[in-house]
C-alpha cells in the first residue's frame, strides 16, 4: 500500500540549532514533492517544491532534498528560531499526476 | 490582495442533517480541492475540480457531494450519510499541475452534535 511518512514524535530543538524533518514513502514514483507549514488551527502553507532531477532546493533558510532512490526527502530549516515552531507536512504527487498526497506531519518546537 | 476564503469558520451539525461548506477564491486558479484532517492523519483528498462542471472522486469521497458551476466556487456538502464528519475542512486551489503549490483557505471545523 501507498505511505507517506513523517517523524511521529514531536521535535524539539534549541534556537539557533539547525531542524531537520523527514519524509519517506513507499509505493509511489512522485516526480515533484512539496513541504508546507500549518500552524493551529490553519490551513497550510506552501513552502517549496522539489522535482525529482533536483537533489537540493534551497530558499532562505530552508534547504530540502529528494532521493528517490532512497524515497525520502529531508526538510532542513538553519538558523531556527522560535517563530518556525509550526507542524511541517510533506506532499507528494500521486500516480495519476492530478493531486497531491500528504504526510501526517511533524511538530517542530524552537525552544528560545 | 488574492486568497481563498472559507466560511463559516466553524459549524455544528445535527445529526441526520446536510451541511455546505463553502470555498471561494479570487486567484484565477483552476483547480480547486476538498481535503478532510484528523488528528494523527494526514490530509486526505474528498473531491478535486480541474475545470468548471466537472470535478473528480478523490480517496474518501463517500457522504460527500461537490459542484464546479463557477470558476471561483467550490461548494462541499456534507450529507448525513457520511458516518464521521466531525473533523478539520479545508479547501485548496491551484493553477492546476503538479510544479504549482497550493493555496489553502483557512479551514471549517465541522462537530455533530
Known amino acids: 500500500s501507498q505511505k507517506i511518512e513523517q517523524n511521529s514524535e514531536a521535535l524539539n530543538i534549541q534556537e539557533g540549532k539547525t531542524a531537520t524533518l523527514t519524509c519517506n514513502y513507499t509505493n509511489y514514483s512522485p516526480a515533484y514533492l512539496q513541504w508546507y507549514r500549518q500552524d493551529p488551527g490553519r490551513g497550510p502553507v506552501f513552502l517549496l517544491l522539489i522535482r525529482e532531477n533536483e537533489k537540493e532546493k534551497r530558499k532562505e533558510r530552508l534547504k530540502v532534498t529528494f532521493d528517490t532512490t532512497l524515497k525520502q526527502s529531508l526538510f532542513h530549516i538553519t538558523a531556527s528560531q522560535p517563530a518556525d515552531s509550526a507542524t511541517y507536512l510533506c506532499?507528494?504527487?500521486?500516480?495519476?499526476?492530478?493531486?497531491?498526497?500528504f504526510g501526517t506531519g511533524t511538530s517542530l518546537t524552537v525552544i528560545p | 490582495d488574492g486568497g481563498i476564503t472559507q466560511s463559516p469558520k466553524y459549524l455544528f451539525r445535527k445529526e441526520g442533517q446536510n451541511v455546505t461548506l463553502s470555498c471561494e477564491q479570487n486567484?484565477?486558479?483552476?483547480?480547486m480541492y476538498w481535503y478532510r484532517q484528523d488528528p494523527g492523519q494526514g490530509l486526505r483528498l474528498i473531491y478535486y475540480?480541474?475545470?468548471?462542471?466537472?470535478?473528480q472522486k478523490g480517496d474518501i469521497a463517500e457522504g460527500y457531494s461537490v459542484s464546479r458551476e463557477k470558476k471561483e466556487s467550490f461548494p462541499l456538502t456534507v450529507t448525513s450519510a457520511q458516518k464521521n464528519p466531525t473533523a478539520f475542512y479545508l479547501c485548496?486551489?491551484?493553477?492546476?499541475?503538479?510544479?504549482?503549490?497550493?493555496?489553502f483557505g483557512s479551514g471549517t471545523r465541522l462537530t455533530v452534535v
Open positions: 486567484l484565477n486558479h483552476d483547480a
Open positions: 506532499a507528494l504527487e500521486g500516480n495519476t499526476g492530478n493531486q497531491f498526497y
Open positions: 475540480s480541474q475545470i468548471v462542471n466537472d470535478f
Open positions: 485548496a486551489s491551484s493553477l492546476g499541475g503538479a510544479i504549482y503549490g497550493y493555496t
